[in-house]
C-alpha cells in the first residue's frame, strides 16, 4: 500500500501538481467534435481546469474565458461570419477523426502521435466517450493489465468472426481461425512479461 502522500503526488493533475505537469505535457482528449456548435462555447473541465471550447471561422479555440461573458447557447448568434474574443491563453487544438485534442503545457507542442486510429479514414473509426468515475491512474491500470478483458468482457459464446467487424473483441486470434472470444475465456490467466525499454515499461501477454 502506497502512502497517501505518493498516492496524491500521482493522482492529483492541477496546474501546479505533479502528475498535472506531466500530462500537460502531452495532447490530451477534451471534447468530440459532435458536441461543439459553430459559435456556442462548450464548457470543458480539462486536467482539473474549467474551461471553453469554441468554433468560429479561425477554427477550435480552447481558452480559460471569453471576453464577452454574456455569451451563452441562449443568446449568442449564430451568425457565419462570427469570430469569438477570447481573453488569456488560448490552447492549441487538433482535430483527429471526430476528437479534438488539446495541448495544456508550456512550450511548443510534441508531434501527435501517428497512431493508425489516427490516419484510419472515417469509414474505420468511430469516436464516443464515458463518464468514469475514478482518477486518471485507475483508468488507465484497468486499460493496460491483460487478464481483465478475461473477466470484463467475457463472452459465453462465440459468434461468427467474419460477422464481427466493428465490435469489440469479435476478431481471431493472429495467423489462427480462433475467435478472441473463446481464448479470453478459456485462457484467462495470460503469462505476463514486463521488459524495461527506453520509452517506459513494454507489457506482453502470452
Not at 496524491?8 to 467534435?33: H, V
Not at 477550435?60 to 449564430?78: A, C, G, H, Q, W
Not at 493496460?144 to 467475457?154: E, G, M, T, V
Not at 481464448?183 to 527506453?198: A, K
Request: with cysteine.
Amino acid at each position: 500500500m502506497i502512502s497517501q502522500q505518493l498516492n496524491d503526488q500521482i493522482t492529483r493533475i492541477g496546474a501546479n501538481d505533479d502528475a498535472g505537469l506531466l500530462l500537460r505535457q502531452y495532447w490530451q482528449p477534451a471534447a468530440l467534435c459532435d458536441d461543439i456548435a459553430f459559435g456556442l462555447p462548450f464548457a470543458v473541465n480539462l486536467l482539473s481546469e474549467q474551461l471553453a471550447l469554441v468554433k468560429d471561422n479561425c477554427g477550435f479555440k480552447l481558452v480559460t474565458r471569453l471576453v464577452d461573458e454574456s455569451y451563452s447557447p441562449r443568446v449568442i448568434p449564430r451568425a457565419e461570419d462570427i469570430e469569438i474574443d477570447v481573453d488569456g491563453p488560448i490552447y492549441p487544438t487538433v482535430q483527429k477523426n471526430g476528437v479534438i485534442f488539446a495541448y495544456l503545457g508550456s512550450g511548443k507542442p510534441p508531434e501527435f502521435p501517428n497512431f493508425d486510429c489516427f490516419r484510419a479514414p472515417d469509414t474505420h473509426v468511430f469516436a464516443f466517450k464515458g463518464l468514469w468515475r475514478c482518477n486518471w491512474l485507475q483508468a488507465l491500470e484497468v486499460g493496460i493489465d491483460p487478464a481483465h478483458a478475461s473477466f470484463l468482457h467475457r463472452f459465453l459464446q462465440d459468434e461468427d468472426p467474419t460477422e464481427g467487424y466493428g465490435k469489440q473483441f469479435r476478431d481471431t486470434a493472429a495467423n489462427t481461425n480462433i475467435p478472441m472470444t473463446k481464448i479470453l475465456r478459456e485462457y484467462p490467466r495470460p503469462e505476463i512479461l514486463v521488459d524495461e525499454t527506453e520509452y517506459g515499461l513494454k507489457i506482453t501477454a502470452l
